[in-house]
């Protein structure tokens, strides 16, 4: 192709075609999208009949690209970057032409939700100081409560190093109340 065809664009439609096919085959899918609609867009108006192929070659790179999203999402998932992989997925159902590709796609997201709130679900929660100190405490009596408290913040922190199992630490805090 010549500099001055290039330049001017005067490109014919098998030419454009040509193009956008190559870039395909070496796996360019944004680039030949983008190649492919501009042919379709010549060929709305010089060759209908040709549309409808040119159509269904830009949808086919619009799949590539989505399946590609849906891999790195997948990658994204194992190194636990739930968030960019979530968008990942968003990303591969917009730019899908196929609904099969959208919907697997929707799919992975919500199987990657679902994990990710099992394993939070399984992990216990860290409990607060007085969270802790409220466990420790519940079962005195009165008396001893108030007993307990009169020593003030040391045994508190003495009691809820024991609770960590700190006991080091709470031997030596004892020892000095």
Wanted: hydrophobic share 45%; aromatic share 6%; charged share 35%.
């Amino acid at each position: 192709m010549s500099l001055f065809k290039k330049l001017l664009g005067t490109r014919t439609l098998a030419e454009q075609k040509q193009e956008a096919d190559a870039l395909f085959a070496a796996g360019d899918y944004v680039t030949a999208r983008f190649r492919y609609e501009k042919a379709l867009e010549r060929a709305n108006q010089e060759d209908p009949a040709q549309a409808a192929s040119l159509r269904d070659q830009a949808n086919a790179c619009r799949d590539q690209m989505a399946k590609a999203h849906i891999r790195r999402a997948v990658e994204l998932a194992k190194e636990h970057e739930l968030e960019l992989a979530l968008t990942e997925l968003n990303n591969a159902v917009e730019v899908a032409a196929s609904p099969a590709i959208a919907e697997e796609a929707r799919q992975q997201a919500e199987a990657m939700e679902r994990a990710d709130a099992r394993e939070k679900a399984a992990e216990p929660a860290a409990l607060s100081e007085e969270e802790k100190f409220v466990a420790i405490a519940g079962s005195w009596e009165d008396e001893q409560a108030e007993e307990y408290e009169r020593y003030g913040e040391e045994l508190r922190q003495a009691l809820l190093a024991l609770y960590d199992e700190r006991f080091d630490e709470a031997l030596k805090m004892l020892e000095a109340i």
